[in-house]
């Protein structure tokens, strides 16, 4: 059998894990500097933990984990032809691999409540999986890094992440991001002032496609779900605002006047921080059914779909007991910004270098001659290692190139008298002789 993996995943390379490496540290780096504290949770959820979040499209995207042992054994077999597929997974998967990774942190939160600080701001790398079609920038498993703050309503905390945002962003030097913002309550105000609040879901889905399937497709999604033409037509001249003052008389809702005073004041007090990335965005919905208030969406330009997105849900834990706990997050899709990065070249030279230095090996003596070397110099956080075998030169060079190693210590028998080395650099070809005592002040500097 030829070995393969299961479409919509992928094995990488360990020059693709220290990039990946690279942007785990770097937006870690910017989560802990803004106060917020790591935690896990497991890979799979109860199913009745996960279903119902998403909206009823999400749900069909959830990977579902057969029971163990004879899973058909509570499955009334007499029927089963007429079973919906809805009701058979019920029967014969009580798991499921997680969605997202706000859900799950729903339900921590209210398991772990009695050991937890309000508000509780907490960051999270781990991956996910959706039963997604494959395509460029879409997985059926990647990574999300998530950053939340729940216990708490206040707008600073919208403030805050899309301040995260900026600096995650500019730290890995993607230049032209933006950050749409939009907001629940205008959303169902626009549906109030058309009179068709009924059809809130239906209008939110697909808005949220407005970006993959443009005005027409919209148009004609809303049409198949029994949108009136007047609604329609509202919902596009609403769609192509370009700021909140385009609104017109979506005022007259008190639910869509809250909405337009929230991101107004968040555009505010952005503003005056000197962040000019986060603008207003009609068309930005957000199709999972959690979110209830701002919603926020970040694009690169050229680039399709979105790198980071998020929003607040207020109350999400209500589902799993604990009411009336508003939370706000954002996710960063580590493998979009990943293809983004490479795509643009935008990744530091030495981020593919993992090893600093190597020690050639001339033969048994010589190697053991290095492993004091080689102590000190880690000891020293230089990561270094010796060459296994005693191959040849043209070998041991190549197999430094192959790993982007930029030096290479070569210690002989003349070196070993008069304790030296010769330290080659392999981007120039250039060969000096230092003292042994030297070789970390000379990697250092």
Request: charged share 25%; net charge negative; hydrophobic share 35%.
């Amino acid at each position: 059998m030829k070995p393969s993996i299961p479409k919509g995943t992928r094995d990488f390379l360990p020059e693709q894990v220290v990039k990946r490496n690279y942007i785990f540290d770097t937006i870690e780096s910017v989560f802990k500097l803004f106060g917020y504290v790591p935690i896990e949770t497991p890979s799979m959820e109860s199913l009745e933990t996960l279903t119902g979040k998403y909206g009823d499209e999400g749900d069909m995207l959830i990977f579902k984990i057969l029971n163990s042992g004879d899973y058909l054994s509570g499955v009334n077999k007499d029927g089963l032809s007429e079973i919906s597929s809805t009701e058979l997974a019920s029967s014969i998967a009580g798991k499921a691999l997680r969605y997202d990774l706000t859900v799950p942190f729903a339900r921590y939160v209210v398991q772990h409540q009695n050991d937890l600080t309000f508000p509780f701001k907490r960051y999270q790398i781990q991956p996910v999986w959706r039963a997604d079609r494959p395509q460029k920038s879409r997985y059926r498993e990647f990574y999300q890094c998530d950053v939340d703050v729940i216990g708490s309503k206040s707008f600073l905390n919208e403030i805050e992440l899309i301040q995260i945002i900026d600096q995650v962003f500019s730290e890995l030097g993607v230049k032209d991001f933006k950050i749409g913002i939009n907001h629940r309550k205008i959303l169902a105000g626009l549906a109030e002032s058309l009179s068709i609040s009924d059809k809130f879901s239906d209008m939110v889905t697909a808005l949220d496609k407005w970006d993959k399937i443009g005005e027409e497709g919209v148009g004609k999604e809303l049409d198949s779900k029994g949108v009136h033409r007047d609604g329609i037509a509202g919902i596009m001249k609403f769609a192509k605002a370009t700021s909140l003052a385009d609104l017109g008389d979506l005022g007259q809702s008190e639910e869509g006047k809250q909405g337009i005073n929230e991101v107004s004041k968040i555009l505010s007090k952005l503003d005056k921080l000197g962040i000019k990335s986060c603008l207003f965005n009609a068309t930005l919905a957000r199709g999972l059914s959690y979110y209830t208030g701002t919603i926020i969406e970040v694009v690169a330009d050229g680039f399709s779909g979105s790198i980071c997105a998020g929003g607040r849900y207020d109350d999400l834990t209500g589902i799993f007991g604990m009411k009336d706990v508003s939370g706000v997050g954002v996710s960063f899709g580590a493998d979009r910004i990943y293809d983004l990065m490479e795509e643009r070249n935008l990744f530091p030279s030495d981020a593919n270098v993992s090893t600093e230095v190597m020690f050639a090996n001339f033969g048994e003596e010589e190697a053991s001659f290095c492993l004091p070397l080689l102590k000190e110099v880690r000891a020293e956080g230089i990561n270094a290692e010796l060459y296994p075998d005693s191959a040849k030169m043209k070998k041991q060079f190549s197999y430094a190139d192959a790993k982007h190693v930029p030096y290479v210590a070569m210690i002989g028998a003349d070196e070993m008298a008069k304790n030296e080395l010769t330290l080659k650099t392999m981007e120039t070809g250039e060969q000096r002789t230092i003292k042994s005592a030297d070789l970390v002040k000379e990697l250092k500097r």
